[in-house]
């Protein structure tokens, strides 16, 4: 339900565009920048119908000042301006909540409690999740910049969707009997693996925050959670909600801090019995080298991506663009599985070229409080700089800058969403993950050939196809190395399918039932049988 409201959502945003709606294209550096639907979106700012009363970090059920004392500020992202101040965990303060959570898992209720129990649980904090939905939105896009209606329509109720389907594995999980070769009666046990270690990221806050709670709790495990410094606001929220569900107190601890502090204490933390990060790459290498370097706890990662999206040679064109276009600009391009290479078809080149630069010319930036529209600012002042730096290199490189290339106005982080065509494999834009609104253009000849080169990146996390061929579809689902591959769609996130990488992309599943694997241990039980009827 929730990945159709998704779609359903998104479908009504994305407006097809017209044969007549191509623009002739500039080479170099893009003309009519002024077409951006953009100007009245970011002149006048709605204030957010939200308060902040939550800024302390949650500790054995209870809401805390820093032992530092020390508070950092948390900004909206459309002004740079701070929202709130909120306690910033370090060394001491990891240390006190995986003490809380030790205790809850060796002497608390919630691993002795029945499946069937923590599930009621579990659906109670869903449905005041559901209850606060408007709230909880507004909280999620002025602390993250992301559209109101996306976060309001999809994602929390994409949340909810979450811990209701969580909520119903608790009681099903169980082992097995193994026949053994004599007189041996032999059963696995799913035993919860303890206290997880959790670090999510700043795109998408809240749904980073059920991937992990849901089936750790499912579980029956408790957990220290490492938010984002730029978004710690929604999970402090949402946690609140989950203690008036009746979770025990100590289960869920929540420390709002920065990576080289809060991060690495959590992640070299000897009595964290299991770590799951969602971030960048190059994070990821730092969190497992401290996992293995401490108590080597298993780890769970979910990394950075450089997707493709294939559009083939028979594809209806129009339909391409939109598809490519949201595969790409979602979230503000703040996305890891964002189709950020667009290989396209040679017959079809010029057409999709033509009807993307226009597509994006469209799109409209602004207050992501305001009624229609489509993108809000990037989320801090790095990625800010981060994305306009990689937009000058593509300048500078042979690439074709067909749209956008600057900042939208001199306050916040608006950009221009940006079209680049010509693309290359060996520059910049088409190797690194950008994470902003940048679309890299490619053009190719064959299936063969396009394989290759969609595949000849470290990253395999997604990918994306667009062909009306099932014979294609097949050949090339099998031969893209991604652990994703969507047909005719894009960003489909159910809460039963599985979603993680290949290569640099990331280790294990999250979502789905292979999720509960991460946080279960499987215990082998062989007991003698004297005089068996059977064996």
């Not at 339900?1 to 709606?21: F, G, I, K, N, V």
């Not at 939550?54 to 948390?74: C, R, Y």
């Not at 046990?189 to 992990?212: D, R, S, T």
Request: aromatic letters at 8%; glycine letters at 8%.
């Amino acid at each position: 339900m929730a990945a159709r409201r998704l779609s359903s959502l998104l479908s009504r945003s994305l407006h097809l565009p017209s044969a007549s709606a191509s623009l002739g294209r500039s080479h170099g550096v893009a003309r009519h920048i002024n077409r951006f639907s953009t100007a009245a979106a970011v002149e006048e700012l709605i204030t957010p119908p939200v308060q902040v009363n939550h800024t302390k970090l949650l500790i054995n059920g209870q809401f805390v000042d820093s032992a530092s004392g020390k508070t950092f500020p948390t900004l909206d992202p459309r002004t740079g301006e701070v929202i709130a101040n909120v306690a910033e965990g370090d060394l001491e303060d990891v240390n006190r909540a995986v003490a809380a959570a030790r205790k809850a898992f060796d002497e608390g209720p919630w691993p002795k409690m029945s499946a069937y129990e923590r599930s009621r649980i579990m659906l109670k904090f869903a449905d005041l999740v559901e209850k606060h939905n408007d709230e909880i939105a507004a909280l999620e896009t002025w602390d993250n910049g992301k559209p109101y209606l996306q976060a309001a329509q999809a994602e929390v109720p994409s949340f909810v969707r979450l811990f209701r389907y969580y909520a119903g594995w608790a009681d099903k999980i169980h082992g097995l009997t193994v026949p053994a070769d004599g007189p041996y009666h032999v059963q696995t046990l799913h035993e919860p693996i303890g206290v997880a270690g959790q670090i999510i990221p700043w795109n998408f806050p809240l749904l980073m925050m059920a991937w992990k709670v849901g089936p750790a709790l499912a579980c029956g495990n408790t957990i220290v959670l490492k938010t984002a410094e730029q978004t710690p606001l929604t999970a402090l929220y949402v946690a609140n909600l989950f203690h008036e569900a009746g979770l025990p107190p100590g289960v869920l601890n929540i420390v709002s801090g920065f990576g080289p502090t809060a991060g690495a204490a959590l992640a070299s933390h000897m009595d964290v019995d299991k770590l799951a990060f969602t971030g960048s790459t190059e994070t990821g290498q730092t969190v497992l080298q401290l996992a293995a370097k401490s108590n080597l706890k298993p780890v769970t990662l979910e990394l950075g991506g450089k997707s493709p999206f294939i559009i083939c040679e028979d594809a209806d064109v129009d339909h391409a663009v939109e598809l490519a276009h949201f595969a790409l600009f979602f979230n503000q391009g703040q996305c890891c599985c964002a189709g950020s290479r667009t290989y396209v078809h040679e017959r079809v080149y010029d057409e999709f070229v033509e009807k993307a630069k226009a597509r994006a010319m469209r799109r409209v930036v602004g207050d992501p409080f305001k009624k229609g529209v489509e993108q809000g600012p990037q989320i801090d002042s790095e990625q800010f700089k981060k994305i306009l730096r990689y937009i000058r290199e593509g300048r500078d490189s042979s690439a074709t800058l067909e749209c956008g290339g600057d900042r939208i106005g001199s306050k916040g982080y608006f950009i221009q969403p940006t079209v680049f065509s010509n693309v290359k494999e060996d520059m910049s834009i088409a190797q690194d993950e950008i994470f902003g609104p940048v679309q890299c253009v490619f053009k190719f000849k064959d299936i063969g050939e396009v394989i290759k080169r969609a595949n000849n990146t470290r990253y395999g996390l997604a990918a994306g196809v667009f062909t009306k061929n099932i014979d294609t579809a097949n050949t090339l689902t099998r031969g893209l190395r991604a652990g994703t591959v969507w047909i005719n769609c894009y960003d489909i996130f159910d809460a039963g399918i599985p979603f993680g990488g290949y290569k640099m992309s990331g280790t294990g599943r999250e979502k789905g039932i292979y999720s509960l694997n991460n946080y279960l241990q499987v215990k082998a039980v062989v007991t003698p049988l004297k005089n068996p009827a059977w064996i």
